[in-house]
């Protein structure tokens, strides 16, 4: 039997019930979103389960939405799952204030480095990582400089405002 | 001996048991700005360290405030061994989120152009695997011919290295028929070459027992490790992005992916063999299916998204108006999110966009294949030579630019 995504989404469903939100597919993956306490609850019920086998972490990195308030940081996780060869998106969302996120280290040894990128980039506290610490910047920086608050351009160009870019003026959106 | 013998001594000297190397981040066998601080007992590897980030150059950020055009040329400096694959992961990715079809001509030129990078990406990892082991004319065989395919990009694109060929939704220009007759000089001549190199190397009695059982890996560990690409399939695992989510049409082509059993460094340079043999075979295949194909498309009919040639651009008025609004970006760029995927030289190369609707991306995240596999590397080291690890590191296929994007 072939994995389909409203499969995926009934099973989800059938488990976590209420909890898993902003369920879309987009460009043929299912995405959802899930409270950041759950996140290794869902993973490991995604890798463990004999049908969804969800086994491989493709991808993992966050997002900064700078104006939603409560929920700024997205952790974004890609799973696969090699034999249906099906991909899936799930997010969980945290404050900026406290950034703690559990570690996915226990399942998937890639997560390691994913996580310090992540980390390194945008301050997402992993719990329980075994060697939490920047990887690509200096360990002396003391920002997060994927954040949204950190433009790349010198500030006194207009040629690279916002605008420019089919924006609105000012930074972030 | 019974007791040893107490003397005192100065500190660092004989009294630690181990000792700490740095290995890189300049060193001639990291092939790359990276750094390994090895703690070694002799010869042999007790832990290791990577430490990565020497080139890091913020490409993220930056694409965060590029047009999408012009993000092509910072995917260039990813795998700057096969830059191309990279162009067009990025080109196919922007098409899938425009929507955009494009003919099968320029599929078929992308083939041609992706499996080509993938050889010369191949060859130079399998011959500095050679290099490293202490055979060094196998490398300067094959080396011969990435030239010739570097020809071959210069007069497609006009550059060798970084490339940054083709445009979103097909190639800036038709391929010359200079351009056809290189690639068909390379398909005649390129099998020669490399059946001389795997007859140097595949069944030499030294090279086996210098990489055979060297820095190997489980199917299983391998996957948790996020390999992808030739190195997994060295472990086992026939998974391959052009198989299994096909793009740019390779469902179209007839070709098989080689598999290891063990996961070492014999294997991960046969399974880069084979893969170089099929890519041949796919050039072959696409080259011949460009022969029933109207040879003047080389690019989509997308004018919003497909930057007009300059000629017409100062003699035609569509042409201008088209050229005027995607360089002010006045073009929309619908809002979505997407992930896709090709195969790179070192495994799946993938985008992660999200556009809010503005002439740059939201987001862009690179899948980065070398950066997740590599830290493996401490794992497969553990124990082994310290000339092995220098192999296990060049079978790896480690890129810099990859690494640290």
């Known amino acids: 039997m072939s ?58 990195t966050a997002v900064h939405y700078p104006n939603r308030t409560g929920e700024e940081l997205a952790v974004v996780y890609h799973l696969y799952n090699f034999r249906e060869k099906v991909r899936l998106r799930f997010k969980v969302y945290t404050s900026i204030e406290d950034t703690r996120v559990f570690t996915a ?10 996580e310090r990128e992540t980390y390194d980039f945008f301050g997402v506290n992993f719990v329980g990582h075994p060697n939490l610490k920047r990887i690509l910047n200096v360990d002396e920086m003391t920002y997060f400089p994927m954040r949204k608050e950190f433009p790349l351009e010198d500030q006194t160009r207009t040629d690279k405002d916002d605008e420019m870019f089919g924006r609105g003026g000012h930074i972030g959106i | 001996m019974s007791e040893q013998q107490h003397i005192t001594l100065p500190e660092g000297s004989i009294e630690r ?14 092939h790359g700005v990276f750094q390994n601080i090895l703690e070694i007992d002799g010869e042999r590897i007790v832990s290791s360290e990577s430490t990565v980030g020497y080139i890091h150059r913020a490409f993220e950020k930056i694409a ?27 080109h196919i990715t922007v098409e899938k989120l425009l929507g955009i079809k494009t003919p099968k001509r320029v599929d078929y030129l992308r083939v041609i152009i992706m499996e080509l990078a993938r050889i010369t990406d191949h060859l130079i ?54 351009a056809f007759e ?79 059993t063990t996961g070492d460094c014999y294997d991960r340079f046969l399974v880069r063999n084979g893969e170089m043999w099929e ?4 050039i072959r295949q696409a080259m011949d299916k460009l022969k029933d194909l109207p040879s003047d498309v080389y690019h989509a009919d997308v004018p919003a998204y497909y930057l007009p040639e300059k000629s017409a651009v100062y003699t035609k008025m569509e042409a201008l108006i088209y050229h005027f609004k995607i360089i002010m970006g006045e073009s929309d760029i619908l809002p ?9 030289g070192n495994g799946e190369l993938g985008f992660y966009l999200i556009s809010d609707g503005g002439r740059s991306p939201y987001r862009l995240h690179f899948r980065r294949p070398c950066f997740i596999y590599y830290q493996a590397y401490a794992e497969l080291i553990k124990g082994a030579m310290l000339s092995d690890a220098v192999i296990c590191m060049s079978s790896l296929n480690l890129i810099a630019g990859e690494l640290d994007a």
């Not at chain 2, 011969?144 to 060798?160: D, N």
């Not at chain 2, 890519?279 to 796919?282: A, F, T």
Request: hydrophobic share 35%.
């Open chain 2, 17 to 30: 048991q181990t000792q700490t190397l740095n290995l890189g981040p300049t060193h001639p066998a990291t």
């Open chain 2, 279 to 282: 890519s041949l075979s796919i």
């Open chain 2, 336 to 344: 979505g999110e997407l992930y896709n995927a090709v195969e790179g």
């Open chain 1, 3 to 60: 994995l389909t995504n409203d499969y995926i989404k009934q099973r989800l469903a059938e488990k976590f019930g209420e909890s898993i939100s902003q369920v879309e597919e987009s460009f043929g993956m299912l995405s959802f979103a899930a409270p950041k306490d759950l996140n290794l609850k869902v993973m490991q019920f995604l890798y463990d389960d004999e049908e969804l086998q969800f086994r491989f972490l493709t991808d993992l």
């Open chain 1, 105 to 114: 280290t226990r399942l998937f040894e890639s997560a390691n480095w994913m």
């Open chain 2, 125 to 178: 990892c399998n011959g500095v695997v050679g290099v490293d082991s202490g055979a060094f004319s196998g490398f300067l065989y094959l080396m011969k011919y990435r030239e010739l395919a570097y020809e071959i990009y210069e007069e497609i694109c006009g550059s060798r290295l970084t490339t940054n060929i083709g445009r979103v939704g097909g190639f800036e220009r038709n391929f010359t028929p200079a």
């Open chain 2, 64 to 90: 965060e405030r590029r047009p999408y055009y012009q993000i092509t040329p910072l995917t260039d400096r990813l795998n700057y061994c096969s830059s191309p694959i990279n162009n067009m992961g990025w």
């Open chain 2, 182 to 260: 290189k690639i068909e000089r390379f398909l005649k001549e390129y099998p020669a070459a490399l059946k001389e190199f795997e007859t140097l190397m595949n069944r030499n009695r030294i090279f086996m027992e210098r990489t055979q059982g060297v820095g190997p890996i489980s199917a299983e560990r391998a996957i948790n490790y996020g390999f992808t690409g030739p190195n997994l399939r060295a472990a086992g695992v026939d998974y391959d992005v052009r198989v299994a989510h096909p793009y740019s049409s390779y469902e179209d082509f007839d070709f098989n992916i080689p598999v290891g």
